[in-house]
């Protein structure tokens, strides 16, 4: 499976828009990519998915490079309830049936 | 609650026990599967089910873990002679097969002493 890697940590403040990067410069053509966050004694949730274009949904809106190397994934305003640990993994749209997690981001908003 | 439940939530366990977890997933979802995922680890692939067929096992999975999926409803995960490696938590997900999300459960902590 194609890697990911993404910062250790981030901080925001509260209701100020958050932009955690991706990079994953092995993706093939058929590979998705989608995020999860994990809020603090939860199982992961799914947040967004694209493949080639930017794509938004009530959660959050995602950024797609033009060269599909790297995705940013964009919270519009960050609220204390987002504080998680954001994951970016790459599933191939033919074969892949399960997710292959990185350690992903810490984010911490703060007040 | 429509969502992904599990059973236990916690388990201790002595070295060289067997322990079953249950995972009920979302009634209508034909996929199944399991993570395992220990501290500071995002969650590790483990093994999944369409319906009741297991179609895909990790590495990870050794002789001792089995999963089972028998009217391709629930499923259970037993380890078999634990070991403290085996600490850790162990994350059910669902999903309809056409569509990419899978939803968690909120795991079972197993804790071998």
């Known amino acids: 499976d194609a890697k990911t890697t993404q910062p250790n940590s981030m901080e925001s403040n509260e209701e100020e828009p958050v932009h955690l990067p991706c990079n994953h410069s092995?993706?093939?053509?058929?590979?998705?990519i989608h995020w999860y966050r994990q809020l603090p004694s939860q199982g992961p949730e799914y947040v967004i998915h694209?493949?080639?274009s930017n794509v938004n949904n009530r959660m959050a809106s995602l950024a797609i490079a033009e060269d599909r190397k790297s995705s940013t994934l964009i919270l519009h305003r960050a609220t204390l309830r987002d504080a998680a640990v954001y994951y970016c993994?790459?599933?191939?749209?033919?074969?892949?049936?399960?997710?292959?997690f990185g350690p992903g981001t810490r984010l911490s908003v703060l007040p | 609650d429509t969502g992904v439940s599990q059973n236990p939530r916690h388990k201790i366990t002595k070295r060289g026990q067997n322990v079953t977890f249950r995972c009920d997933p979302i009634?209508?979802?034909?996929?199944l599967y399991w993570y395992r995922q220990t501290l500071g680890q995002g969650p590790e692939f483990l093994t999944y089910?369409?319906?009741?067929?297991?179609?895909?096992k990790s590495r990870l999975l050794s002789d001792r873990f089995s999963a089972e999926r028998p009217k391709g409803s629930f499923s259970t995960l037993e380890i078999q002679r634990t070991e403290q490696g085996d600490s850790a938590m162990y994350l059910c997900?669902?999903?309809?097969?056409?569509?990419?999300?899978?939803?968690f459960g909120p795991g079972t902590r197993l804790t071998v002493t």
């Open positions: 009634s209508e979802h034909n996929r």
């Open positions: 089910f369409q319906n009741e067929a297991q179609l895909e």
């Open positions: 997900a669902s999903s309809l097969a056409y569509l990419p999300e899978q939803y």
């Open positions: 092995t993706i093939s053509g058929t590979d998705y």
């Open positions: 993994i790459l599933r191939d749209g033919n074969y892949g049936q399960n997710f292959v």
């Open positions: 694209g493949l080639t």
